[in-house]
């Protein structure tokens, strides 16, 4: 098992940034890749980011390259995703989810372990 606990969310003016963090915690040694996805009302849950636990490679959906970063901190066991320029198409609930199988993958279905989101509001 592995529990993923998310935080950073926040009410932010568009244009502006916002870091968010997601713990990880329990058997991390069978993560192979993690992923942030996130959900506004209404719709469905859309993959964000990606990242590689072993060499960290990054992955980014269309909408956020250029905007957004995935990173990770090993000794924190953290991983980060830095949004840039935040537009009022953002705003939504942003969870972090592990694959034990492989990375990048955006169906979330294909995700074994999730966090419990954090709100992320923009405001124009």
């Known amino acids: 098992q592995v529990q993923l606990a998310e935080s950073g969310g926040q009410l932010v003016q568009a244009g502006g940034s916002l870091r968010l963090s997601c713990a990880v915690s329990?058997?991390?040694?069978?993560?192979?890749?993690m992923g942030w996805f996130r959900q506004a009302p209404g719709k469905e849950r859309e993959f964000v980011a990606a990242?590689?636990?072993?060499?960290?490679?990054?992955k980014y959906a269309d909408t956020v390259k250029g905007r957004f970063t995935i990173s990770r901190d090993n000794a924190k066991n953290t991983v980060y995703l830095q949004m840039n320029s935040l537009t009022p198409d953002d705003p939504a609930v942003y969870s972090c989810?592990?694959?034990?199988?492989?990375?990048?993958?955006?169906?979330?279905?294909?995700?074994?372990?999730w966090g419990q989101g954090t709100q992320v509001t923009v405001s124009s």
């Open positions: 329990g058997r991390t040694y069978t993560i192979y890749g």
């Open positions: 989810a592990v694959d034990r199988l492989h990375w990048g993958r955006s169906e979330p279905s294909e995700y074994d372990y």
């Open positions: 990242i590689r636990w072993s060499d960290y490679m990054p």
